[in-house]
C-alpha cells in the first residue's frame, strides 16, 4: 500500500511542530462536531487526500495543548526532545514485561527508577513506570495492604478487619477510586481539613486516627500531598513522616504533580521527610513536558513490587534474566514504554537542563504571581509554591454569591473566545482562578496580557449584566 | 535550543522504517550491556550528535519486533497508518478526561467504542479504552462485583460473603493479579481444566460451581477465553453464557487477543455467544498491528461503567458536558489517547481492510500448520484457531524428557542466533513451540525458512550431543 502523502503530511507536522502559529482552542459542543464531521468506518477504506483533509481537520478541531497560552491543565508546553523520544517509542513498538524482547527499554526503565529513586529516597528503592497518577497511587495502597496483611493476598478481605486510609480534602480522587476499586470501599477514606491555603491539617489528622482506632478501624495509609491539584501546595512532609511511623502506618506521598521541583536545588527543601516515605508516585509528564503518559511509582524497600504482582506465567516468564523481567512488578502484561522518552530528554537536557526548567516555570509562576498582588482588584490565594498561580477576581461592589458567579463568566467566556485557556476551582467555598505554568519560555508580556484579558473581560461582564437581565445570581 | 540534527533522525526514520533491512535481535546480556553502554545520565547535557549515536545504539540493541521473523509475542508487524496515528496523538498530546481539553479525541474514542460494542454485542454498549488487556480484565471483575453486591463501593469486601471466580487454566494470569489486588484474593480463583487443546471443560466447570456453592462461596464471575495465551483457542463461548446465566453469575469474555477475528465473516463464528457476554475485554495492538497500547473494554449494559469508577472532582469534571468526559468512566485520570490511531487506521483500511488483513494472518497460519502437519518430525498441538501455529519436535529415539528438552534447546539456540524468534511454553507436561502470525504479508518461502531453520537446529543440536557430555535429561 502507499502511503507517501500521509508521510509527508506526518514529517511535515513534526517539521514545523504544532505549536502557537496553530490555533488554541476551536470551541465547538459534541452536536456541533458531530454534524460537520463524518466519524464513522465505512466498508470502503479512504484514499491519502481523504486521510490528511481528516488530520487536517482533527488538529484545527482539536486543543492546541503545546500553545504557550494553555494554562487549563497541569500538563502543556512538550519537550521537543521528549517529542521525538516518544516518536522513536512507537517505531520501536515493543512492550515492557520480558528483558528478551525488551533488553535496552528495560535497562532504560531501571536506570531512570534507580535515578528517581535516589532523589526522593537518598537511596536506590525500587519502582516502575505506570500508565499514570492515579494508578500509581494504587499500587501505593496495595503495598500498604500487604504490608500490614500478609494473608490477604491469599485469602482477601472478607474476614479482614475494617481500615482507614488518611488524607487532605485537597488529595486527589484516586485516592477514593482506588479504596473502592481495591474493596477498601469509601467509608475507609477519611478527609482530614486543610488550612487556608490547601495543606492538611496536622492535629485535625491526629485526632482523626484517635477516633478511628476507638472506632475499631485499623490506621492502614497516610498520604502526603507535594503540589495539590488546587494550588499546588506542600503538605508538612517531615511531620506525616513520623506521624505515620507512630500509628504503624504506610506513609504514601503524591508527588505526581509536584515532585518535579525536586530537580532543582532550591526547591528541593519543599520535600524533607519525602526520604521517610515508604512509596511516592511522580509523574514527568506534567511539569517536565514529557508527552503523555509518563508515571512513576517508588517504593523505599526493594523486592515489595515482586512480592506482590509476581504471578506465575510459564508461557511468557522463562528464569533466564528473572530480575530483569520488569513485568513482574507491575499491574499490567504489556506494557507501552514510558522511560525512553524521559531518559533521552535527561541525557539531552542533563541534570542541569532539567533544574533550569523548573527554575524558569517558578520565577514565571512568581513573576505572574507578583503582578496579581499589586493590584486591588485581585486576590491571590498564596505565593505559588508550585508553578500554578491560584486567585480571584475581586469587586467591592458584590457579595459573596456573586462575586463566585463573576469569576466563574469570566473565565468561561476568557474559554469560549479560545484565546487564553485556564481552569477554575471552588475552594472553601470561593470560585478560584487556576492558571498552570508548562512553558518554560512564557514571556512577561504574556502574563501582561493574561491579566489585560481578565480586567477586561470583567468590564465587559459587567457592562452586558447592567444593561440587561442577567444576574449574577443564579 | 537547537534540534535540527536529531529531527532529521527521527524523520529519516519514519522515511525508510524500521523494517527487516534492520537487524532482528543482537543477543546480549544485562552485563553486556551495562559494559558496553552509558545508562547513567549527567550533570551537563550531550550535543545532538552524541545524541543521534545514542539512538542508532538503541535501535541495534532493541529487538526488531516489525521483522517479518518477529513471532515471539503476541504482536509484531505494525499497520503503517496506525504509525502514524500514534505519532499524530503524541503530537496533539492531550488528555482523555474532559471534553474540553479532548473533544476530537473524545467523540473518535466514543465511535470507536460504539463500533466495537455492536461487533460484540449486536448493540450499542458502553466502554472505554484502558492501558493493556490486564486492566481491561480488572474492570471486568470489577463490575462483576458491583453488580452482585451494591454496598461493596462503600462498606468494601470486610464481611462481605467470599466469592469464586471461574476460569480455566488457560486463562491469563492477569485475572489472578486482579483477584489479589481487588482484594478477593487467591483462594477465589477456581482454576478449571482444559481438554488436550486448552479449552475449558464445561463438565468439569460445572462440577467446580456446585462445589464452591457447597463451601458457601458465591459464584460471582465466570471468564470465557476467546483465544488463550498459550494456543489460540477459543472456550465455548454460547455454553459458558447459559452457565453464567443459570448459575446468575458476571460472564466476561477474555477476547484480548483473539477478540479481531470478529472482523471477518468466516471467522466470526468462533464467537457465537460473545454477544451474552456482560463485558469484554478486546485488544487492537495484537492482530491489528496498532502500536502498543490499544485496550478496549466492553460492556453490554450502559451505566455501568459511570456508576462504578465516577468520583467527585470539582477542579476536573465540570457540569456542561458530563456525558463527554471520558475520565468518568476510567480507572485512570489523565490518560493517554488511545483510540486515535484505531480510528485513523480503520478509516483508511475500512471494514473490508481490516477483515482482509484477518483473512491473510489466518491463512498463513494455516499454510504453516500444513506443512507442519505434513512432517513426520513435528507433531501439531491443532489445526491454529486463531493466528498461532504450536506444535513440537518429535525424536522417537527420545523419551518424554529427553523431547522437552530437545525442543528447548532448538528454541533457545534459534532465539539466540537472532535471526528468528519464536517462543515455547509448557502445556500438559510437554514443551512446545509457538510462533505467532503478525504479518500480513509473510511469504510461504520465510514459512519454509523457519520449518528448514529448525530441522537443521536439530540435527545440530543432536550431533553436539551425540560428540559431547552435554545430556538433554538435565
Not at 448 to 474: A, D, G, H
Amino acid at each position: 500500500m502507499e502511503y507517501t502523502t500521509i508521510k509527508n503530511k506526518i514529517i511535515s507536522l513534526i517539521n514545523f511542530g504544532i505549536g502557537k502559529e496553530n490555533k488554541l482552542r476551536g470551541a465547538k459542543t459534541p452536536k456541533e462536531l458531530i454534524n460537520e464531521f463524518d466519524f464513522s468506518i465505512g466498508k470502503d477504506g479512504k484514499s491519502q487526500e481523504e486521510i490528511v483533509a481528516i488530520i487536517d481537520d482533527i488538529i484545527s478541531n482539536s486543543v492546541n495543548t503545546n500553545h504557550p497560552f494553555f494554562m487549563n491543565q497541569m500538563y502543556g508546553k512538550q519537550n521537543t526532545m521528549a517529542i521525538y523520544g516518544d516518536i522513536l517509542t512507537t517505531l520501536l513498538n515493543t512492550s515492557m514485561y520480558t528483558y528478551e524482547v525488551a533488553p535496552m527499554m528495560t535497562l532504560i526503565e531501571k536506570e531512570c527508577i534507580a535515578k528517581l529513586s535516589k532523589i526522593v529516597f537518598k537511596t536506590s528503592g525500587d519502582g516502575v513506570f505506570t500508565p499514570g497518577g492515579s494508578i500509581s497511587n494504587m499500587m501505593g495502597l496495595m503495598l500498604a495492604r500487604n504490608a500490614k496483611i500478609k494473608q490477604v493476598k491469599k485469602e482477601g478481605l472478607t474476614n479482614a478487619p475494617k481500615f482507614s486510609i488518611f488524607l487532605s480534602d485537597q488529595a486527589h480522587y484516586s485516592f477514593q477510586k482506588a479504596a473502592i476499586f481495591m474493596g477498601f470501599g469509601n467509608d475507609s477514606i477519611v478527609k482530614i481539613e486543610t488550612d487556608e491555603i490547601g495543606q492538611i491539617d496536622v492535629n485535625a489528622l491526629q485526632l482523626a486516627i484517635e477516633q478511628e482506632k476507638q472506632n475499631d478501624r485499623i490506621p492502614l495509609l497516610l498520604v502526603g500531598v507535594a503540589g495539590t491539584t488546587f494550588s499546588g501546595v506542600y503538605d508538612d512532609l517531615a511531620n506525616l513522616a513520623e506521624i505515620a511511623s507512630k500509628n504503624d502506618m504506610w506513609y504514601h506521598v503524591d508527588a505526581v504533580y509536584g515532585g518535579s521541583l525536586l530537580f532543582s536545588k532550591q526547591e528541593s527543601i519543599k520535600f524533607i521527610g519525602i526520604e521517610k516515605a515508604d512509596s511516592v508516585s511522580w509523574n514527568l509528564h506534567k511539569m517536565m513536558g514529557v508527552p503523555l503518559i509518563c508515571a512513576s511509582f517508588l517504593t523505599r524497600q526493594k523486592g515489595l513490587l515482586n512480592e506482590a504482582f509476581a504471578v506465575d506465567a510459564d508461557y511468557l516468564f522463562h528464569d533466564t534474566e528473572a530480575d530483569y523481567d520488569l513485568g513482574q512488578k507491575s499491574l499490567q502484561c504489556g506494557r507501552r514504554v514510558y522511560a525512553l522518552k524521559l531518559w533521552l530528554t535527561w541525557k539531552h537536557d542533563g541534570e542541569i537542563g532539567f533544574e533550569q526548567r523548573i527554575n524558569k516555570l517558578m520565577e514565571i509562576a512568581a513573576t505572574f504571581a507578583a503582578k496579581i498582588s499589586a493590584k486591588n482588584n485581585f486576590e491571590l490565594l498564596c505565593q505559588p509554591e508550585s508553578a500554578i498561580v491560584v486567585f480571584r477576581i475581586l469587586d467591592f461592589d458584590l457579595d459573596a454569591g456573586e462575586i463566585n458567579n463573576l469569576n466563574k463568566m469570566v473565565r468561561d467566556k476568557i474559554f469560549n473566545e479560545g484565546e487564553i485557556l485556564f481552569n477554575y476551582a471552588e475552594f472553601k467555598g470561593k470560585i478560584y482562578l487556576r492558571c498552570v505554568i508548562s512553558d518554560p519560555e512564557l514571556k512577561e508580556e504574556a502574563i501582561n496580557k493574561i491579566i489585560c484579558k481578565i480586567e477586561e473581560t470583567v468590564s465587559f461582564v459587567k457592562k452586558q449584566i447592567e444593561s440587561s437581565f442577567i444576574s449574577l445570581n443564579v
